[in-house]
């Protein structure tokens, strides 16, 4: 069921509420979740859906994918296809920043993506965008807690894909890592053309 703009503020404001106060993660107690008006339009065609904020990118900015070089090589990927983040909304597969005892960024868990799962499902729901682009493994495996799916992102990376009613592209995550060691920049360039692909299939 379609909501109004008027709703739709209103339950993305109840659920950034909610998630603040979430403490359900043991390891992450006393970080904050990432999610506010400042995560993009909530009239968005296009979700992006990373891992987690980074600690020295959205858990230092309180942007996603900013303030750190995931961010800036993101800019640049999403530059090319002529899409301003005042055009998208930008979250992440766990809320708060995962990070190891010396304090370094790691992966979450299972555990900690199973608890953030239903907050993912309610920004979906809410925002109820055309298009979903997951950025790298742990994203594309957070949408089969919402609606199962069999793709993998290295046969499924660049391709659009239908899911709960709308479409899919999973992508690499924009790290300097990944770039470096899986998905070089202008692989990465083309694979963001599908995302373009997608919303225009969706005018």
Same mark, same amino acid.
């Given at each position: ?10 339950? +993305?404001?109840?659920? #950034? ?16 979740? #990432? ?10 065609? #296009?979700? +992006? ?13 309180? #942007? ?9 090589? +993101?800019?640049?990927?999403?530059? !090319? ?7 998208? +909304? ?11 005892? /010396? ?30 682009? /997951? ?16 793709? !993998? ?51």
């Amino acid at each position: 069921m379609r909501i109004c703009n008027e709703q739709r503020d209103r339950l +993305f404001a109840a659920l #950034v509420t909610e998630a603040a106060q979430c403490r359900l993660c043991p390891a992450m107690a006393e970080r904050t979740a #990432v999610l506010s008006c400042r995560n993009g339009s909530v009239q968005a065609r #296009v979700m +992006f859906i990373a891992e987690a904020p980074g600690r020295q990118g959205g858990d230092r900015t309180r #942007v996603p994918l900013s303030g750190d070089q995931s961010g800036r090589n +993101f800019e640049r990927f999403i530059h !090319s296809i002529n899409l301003p983040r005042t055009d998208i +909304f930008i979250t992440n597969a766990v809320l708060c920043n995962p990070r190891t005892v /010396t304090g370094a960024n790691r992966t979450p868990t299972d555990c900690e993506a199973a608890n953030c799962a239903d907050f993912l499902r309610r920004q979906i729901e809410i925002i109820d965008p055309p298009v979903v682009a /997951t950025l790298g493994r742990v994203a594309l495996a957070a949408l089969r807690r919402i609606e199962y799916h069999a793709l !993998s992102l290295r046969e499924a990376v660049g391709s659009v894909h239908e899911w709960n009613e709308r479409l899919l592209v999973p992508l690499y995550h924009p790290s300097p890592q990944v770039l470096a060691s899986h998905r070089r920049e202008a692989a990465q360039l083309r694979d963001y053309r599908q995302v373009a692909r997608a919303l225009g299939c969706n005018r």
